[in-house]
């Protein structure tokens, strides 16, 4: 069943013409992000800014060839955009692949879940246990605001009993609870007492706001879990991505098919 000639190729032109508008979004998001995030996320912009760069040149290069009637426009398009097809395809495979492992532990009289290290995929285990990785994000999670605000959050050592704490700030601001150091508030632990357990990570634990847990597997633990959300997040918005690029590279396939019908016709 083929489309017809010039509703292929109008919907090809407006479809990347919508995609031209959503590109220029994407790299004044980019933009905000390099001038008010921290050193940190600024890690993030460059793939923002190189992702929005890649889909305007590929959204002008579909909307030339479809408005021009261009038919080597669009055997570029197509062979760019089923590339990315391909690359989605795999990084979404990938994505599903490295966060299959890993989930929390529910601890007695806790809220929340603790998480450790040797629960989730190797691959995450490799990069949170390479020294430069760990060094960058921890001088990351110093800084932030993830241990710092919680004595803001939690003003007595109930409400901070009763806190549903995220993966982040179970793993990196307080000690594992196995090390049965008792809470004096949401930032300081009497570490005074015999530890329970002989874990590392209860050796490494201390109240000062630079050292804290950054240091321990439970930290790496609680970043795996938060990358672990984040990645999935992507690999879903993948999927969603994955089929609408798929129907725009079949309209485009028939623009294409069209276009060099019409050109031939002028011979």
Not at 153 to 172: D, R, V
Request: hydrophobic share 45%.
């Amino acid at each position: 069943m083929g489309m017809g000639m010039g509703t292929s190729t109008f919907l090809i032109r407006w479809i990347n013409f919508l995609t031209m508008l959503l590109a220029v979004a994407i790299v004044c998001f980019g933009v905000w992000m390099s001038t008010h995030h921290d050193g940190c996320r600024k890690s993030l912009t460059l793939p923002v800014l190189g992702l929005g760069g890649f889909i305007l040149l590929i959204s002008l290069i579909g909307y030339l060839g479809a408005y021009k009637d261009i038919s080597i426009l669009l055997w570029i398009y197509l062979a760019v955009l089923g590339l990315t097809l391909v690359g989605l395809l795999v990084f979404t495979v990938l994505a599903f692949i490295v966060t299959n492992n890993g989930s929390g532990h529910t601890v007695a009289g806790l809220r929340y879940k603790e998480y450790q290290l040797q629960d989730y995929s190797s691959w995450f285990i490799k990069h949170l246990n390479n020294t430069q990785n760990w060094k960058h994000l921890k001088s990351c999670l110093v800084h932030s605001k993830d241990c710092n605000d919680l004595p803001k959050k939690y003003k007595s050592l109930k409400q901070f009993k009763m806190a549903k704490l995220t993966p982040i700030e179970a793993g990196c601001c307080r000690p594992p609870s196995e090390c049965g150091y008792p809470a004096k508030n949401a930032s300081f632990y009497d570490l005074s007492f015999r530890p329970i357990s002989s874990a590392i990570d209860c050796k490494l634990y201390k109240n000062t706001r630079a050292v804290k847990c950054y240091n321990c597997d439970s930290c790496k633990a609680g970043v795996a879990q938060y990358m672990k959300s984040e990645w999935r997040v992507v690999a879903i918005f993948n999927v969603i991505l994955f089929v609408v690029l798929s129907i725009i590279y079949l309209v485009g396939c028939c623009a294409r098919r069209n276009a060099a019908k019409r050109s031939s016709s002028k011979v």
